[in-house]
């Protein structure tokens, strides 16, 4: 039986979790300082103990939600993909799973837990007193040489890379540009407009994002701009250790002909390739992001609650803010 024991953040305890290899950009200081601000939440440290020895790390964040805590490791709307545990290749994932509900609601003393954990499968949460919803992943393999990567890619695809730079597109990398979080809103909300929706979260969000990562080098932040110069398509981009993730990404609908959307992926595939960086992870899996030669791989999103009444309030909390989301959109559209 394992046991989840919270920690103090400490220069050790950040250490030790760095030599982790399932570590992820998710578990650092940084990123969990953007997801705090950004949430109102508190950032909740354990160590995953074996009896007396310690076999890894559990990462998560408490808030709350209709006066009860909440743990979420993440939650969905946190614009953060996987948090879960980090863990010695030898020990189990759902022997660490199973450990995780007595620490939310014992210790911790939440009626709610959510977790997404990159490397736990569906198998791990049968018997556990857990629903979970299929949520996978698309990934691109970076070890390949670049022309395979580029020969791996659908042929539309590959023509449209071609098509972007004959029609003058140029990527840039931004840095230190205050102005790179107006640009990448502004394209996003037409993003969504085309949907009759609006971002499901602000521009504080974005400027948060880069406040907190920019600093440790762990962003890239791309423009894609027309012959004439002007900032048609962005993309934000964090990495660490040995992955790439596609946080956003969002362009003009009027200049998509011109193919930005592509010319930005490929940058970055051979911006992070030349970096050392060995996955490109699209956080998500839809049907246009196959073009690229992505494989998809399988994250469950699991959670459980102290009672049925608190699941239900959960189910509702969801469909309220997609319904307030949609009422939004129309009041933007309406006439003033």
């Known amino acids: 039986m394992l046991e989840l024991r919270p920690a103090e953040p400490s220069a050790d305890l950040w250490r030790d979790r760095e030599a982790y290899p399932d570590r992820l950009l998710f578990h650092t200081p940084q990123w969990l300082r953007f997801v705090a601000e950004a949430q109102h939440a508190e950032p909740v440290l354990a160590t995953v103990h074996d009896g007396a020895t310690p076999v890894g790390h559990f990462t998560g964040l408490v808030t709350r939600r209709f006066g009860l805590r909440i743990l979420g490791s993440p939650m969905a709307g946190w614009t953060t993909s996987y948090l879960g545990f980090n863990l010695r290749p030898a020990v189990s994932r759902r022997d660490a799973l199973a450990a995780l509900a007595p620490f939310a609601f014992g210790e911790m003393g939440c009626a709610h837990l959510e977790v997404r954990d990159r490397f736990a499968r569906e198998p791990d949460l049968h018997g556990l007193g857990m629903r979970w919803a299929s949520a996978p992943t698309a990934v691109i393999d970076l070890s390949p040489r670049e022309d395979q990567l580029f020969g791996a890619m659908a042929p ?24 790179f979080a107006d640009d990448f809103y502004a394209q996003l909300r037409d993003v969504f407009a085309k949907q009759n ?6 521009i504080d969000r974005v400027r948060q994002l880069i406040r907190h990562l920019a600093p440790s080098g762990d962003i890239l932040l791309l423009r894609a701009r027309d012959p004439d110069g002007r900032c048609i398509a962005t993309a934000v981009l964090p990495w660490y250790h ?6 956003g990404g969002a362009s003009y609908r009027p200049d998509q002909h011109l193919r930005p959307n592509e010319a930005l992926i490929w940058h970055a595939l051979r911006w992070a390739r030349d970096r050392g960086v060995t996955e490109f992870d699209f956080v998500g899996g839809n049907a246009y992001k196959q073009k690229y030669g992505t ?3 399988p994250v469950p999103w699991a959670r459980r609650s102290r009672s049925p009444l608190v699941a239900g309030l959960r189910d509702a909390a969801k469909e ?5 989301q949609r009422a939004v959109a129309r009041f933007a559209r309406s006439p003033a």
């Open 197 to 202: 929706l609006v971002p499901t979260y602000s």
């Open 295 to 297: 494989t998809e791989v």
């Open 242 to 247: 040995r992955t790439m993730y596609f946080w």
């Open 156 to 179: 539309a695809c590959r023509r449209n890379i071609r098509k972007a730079a004959r029609s003058g597109v140029t990527i840039e990398e931004a840095h230190d540009d205050p102005s």
């Open 320 to 324: 309220a803010f997609a319904l307030r």
